[in-house]
């Protein structure tokens, strides 16, 4: 069983979430979820942190989009 944690803008993605057997817990739309927005916080800072590391000044899109990737997965 998945559980998905979202604010309100996700309700209408409920029927189609339940049908799958996905179990999901929204609060009210702009109300921030506490769990999500420490995971969001957490990646930014190891992009942030692989950034740092690079002898770079700037990024192509495909480094940033490699750098998140590698924090995801």
Same mark, same amino acid.
């Given at each position: 069983? =998945?559980?998905? &944690?979202?604010? +309100?803008? /996700? @309700? =209408? /993605? *409920? %029927?189609? &979430? #339940?049908?799958? +057997?996905? *179990?999901? %817990? /929204?609060?009210?739309? %702009?109300?921030?979820?506490? $769990?999500? @927005? *420490? =995971?969001?916080?957490?990646?930014? $800072? *190891? !992009?942030? #942190?692989?950034?740092?590391?690079?002898? =770079?000044k700037k990024y192509l899109p495909?480094?940033? #989009? @490699?750098?998140?990737?590698? !924090?995801?997965f």
């Amino acid at each position: 069983m =998945c559980n998905i &944690l979202g604010d +309100g803008g /996700f @309700e =209408c /993605f *409920r %029927n189609n &979430l #339940a049908s799958m +057997g996905i *179990r999901v %817990n /929204f609060t009210s739309r %702009n109300k921030h979820v506490p $769990e999500v @927005e *420490r =995971c969001i916080r957490t990646m930014k $800072e *190891r !992009v942030r #942190a692989i950034a740092s590391s690079l002898p =770079c000044k700037k990024y192509l899109p495909r480094m940033i #989009a @490699e750098m998140v990737y590698n !924090v995801v997965f």
